[in-house]
């Protein structure tokens, strides 16, 4: 259900205006109109104008823009586990920080950063330093490991000179040519080794006569080769004894660091809750400044615009009155009047049960519905459950998927969007279940075969032969099916053109109204026909009456839209036989399942045989499983967006987004 919506606008005394935006924040109900395009669009002849920030907010501005900045590097150090922290402990600290007196909350803030530098900083930096070195030894670990063998493989002498470089695996061809030029320089005294470091670079050494040390750096330099230079304090020494060193302090720092982070936990207890109060406060202030430039002023008065839900009005006014008196006043206007001769649209909210809220996910992938239309969203939490259900249709799968989203549901229920997909999920699964009991499947047709093993014929109600039967076989009743899942389509989208008809009456739109109308009548005697032609039992004035319904709806669909509702009226037929996809889906699930089932048979005799089968079955039906969670899903939201939703369907310009604390939740 869409929240009725009242259009209000708020004048005081200019002296009270930042009392007046701290109070409306407070409240939390103001969508907040921007005044500021209206002003332009008045030119000259406006009397007001956009209300400017004092010079005191602005240096608050700039003052609480570096505090946020500086609260998100602490946060990021100590690095907390938000998860694990209570939205009730965050308010507690986010009052003890919060202040009318913006200069008051400053000093709070800057006093509680003060506090954690004093704590954390030394630790901090440490850590930085460690990190930074063991980065520095992990660089020349592997290389410094890799040339040493190299080393040892030249006979050392005082009178040899060695130079390690580090080459690009795709580019070893060029050792070839260094070795023959260097042999070249140094008349034939040098060597060439090289190993592979890892996948992409190749460490090589070369060794020569001392004699030539200038000579093959001059020629090195010229070269696209990167020499590898150890740092100071590793490049006096011998290459063993330096890789030695490197190995010890790698397996120093890491308890070095350990003990430093554990310091940091320790901190992150004590200030994480404060710093993500303090984050919240400092947003909800810089929110208040930034909304400023979207009221209007004049020189002795403010004007606030907005809209607010029709039952929080009265709280609004009441609130202002009692805290400002006669120096603010709050007006309403009329919604209609606003949408016929301004052409203002309201913002949206939502109002739905609590089963219903959790399908407004489908918001998610579309926009809210304009205000003054039907909410679909009852529509879909009905039909896209079912939907799922009647196609993935198997017991096992059912509970699984069931038990799976009710999982996410609790594990992640402060998440929305995490929330919302277990819920349905586990409707879902729920009402898969159920089909699955009137399909007789579990994991496919292991209870069919069980049923013949117990001796129990099928159907257990009804004959083979008959039309209605229980339970209902997919694959054997395909006309069956394919009958229920179009007359099912044809419910569905009826509701859909009703709905539009609906929209229409409430919009003034005689033509929306007589194009909707024409096609669900074109729809229904269209359906009267065609059902005549499939049964006997119906009588021909049924026939003949659809005959006339369809080409009555015909003329008023052709009447209201033109050529675009007498396509739609022929369209919407092929939208009904879309719905089809409910069995096809189905029957894709229920014959993957049963070559999951064969194929494990098959392998079934001996211990190896009945390990592999079991291996078999569980991949099989773990991967169709997968497969009923993601394609009925996909195809269940495609049926409510293109087939129903697109028959009346029309978008919010705007969703209602109150300007309001955050309270540090």
Known sequence: ??????????????????????????????????????LDKMGGRKRLSRMEIDPQASEHETKLNELREKIGEKIRELNPEVEKISSQEIQKEYHAIWSENTDLMISRVEKLLGEVDRDTKEAVERKEELLMELSRLEKYAPMMEKILPLAETVAAS??????????????????????EEIGKITQGESEVVSADVDEESTAALIVFSRRYLKEVHDFLSVQDVNQVRLPSDLGKKPLDEAVAEVRAKMAEIPPQIEEIESRIREAAKKYSVKLLAARNAVHDRLEAIKAVPKFAQ????????????????????????????????????????LEEEEGEEPPVALANNPYVRHFE?????????????????????????????????????????????????????????????????????????FFGILYLELFGDLLEKAFEAWHIHLPLLGSEESFLKFPINRLESFTFMLLVTCGIGFIHISIGLVIGIINGIREGNKKHVMEKAGTLGALTGLVMIVAKMLTK???MPVAVAGGIIFIAGFVFSGIGGGMGGIVE???????????????????????????????????????????????????????????????????ALRLHLVESFGKFFEPANFKYEPFKKSGGE
């Open 361 to 433: 996910f489908i918001y998610y992938l579309s926009q809210y519905p304009k205000y003054g239309t039907v909410d679909p969203t009852t529509i879909f939490a009905i039909f896209f459950p079912f939907f799922f259900g009647l196609m993935v249709g198997d017991i096992g799968y059912g509970i699984i998927i069931a038990a799976l989203g009710w999982f996410v549901y609790k594990k992640w229920n402060d998440k929305p969007l995490a929330s919302m997909l277990g819920y349905m999920l586990s409707i879902g699964g729920a009402w898969a279940t």
């Open 158 to 179: 005082e009178n040899m000179a060695s130079i390690a470089l580090l080459i690009e695996r795709r580019f070893k061809a060029i050792l070839n040519y260094l070795n």
């Open 1 to 38: 259900m869409i929240r009725r919506m009242a259009k209000v606008e708020i004048v005081g005394l200019k002296d009270t205006s930042l009392d007046v935006i701290d109070t409306i924040q407070e409240l939390g109900v103001l969508h907040i109109e921007d005044l500021s395009e209206k």
């Open 537 to 539: 039992a119906i009588p």
């Open 298 to 337: 004049t020189e002795q008065v403010f004007v606030i615009s907005g809209w607010v839900p029709e039952d929080s009005v009265e709280i609004v006014e009441k609130t202002l009155q009692d805290k400002f008196g006669a120096r603010v006043v709050l007006s309403v206007s009329d919604v209609r009047e």
């Open 569 to 635: 009226s022929i369209v919407g037929a092929g939208n009904i036989l879309s719905y089809s996809r409910l069995i096809a889906i189905g029957l894709a699930s229920v014959i993957m399942a049963q070559v999951a089932n064969d194929l494990s048979r098959e392998l079934w005799g001996g211990t190896f045989g009945v390990l592999m089968g079991i291996i078999v079955a569980i991949l099989l039906h773990s991967l169709n499983l997968v497969i009923a969670m993601f394609s009925p899903s996909i195809h």
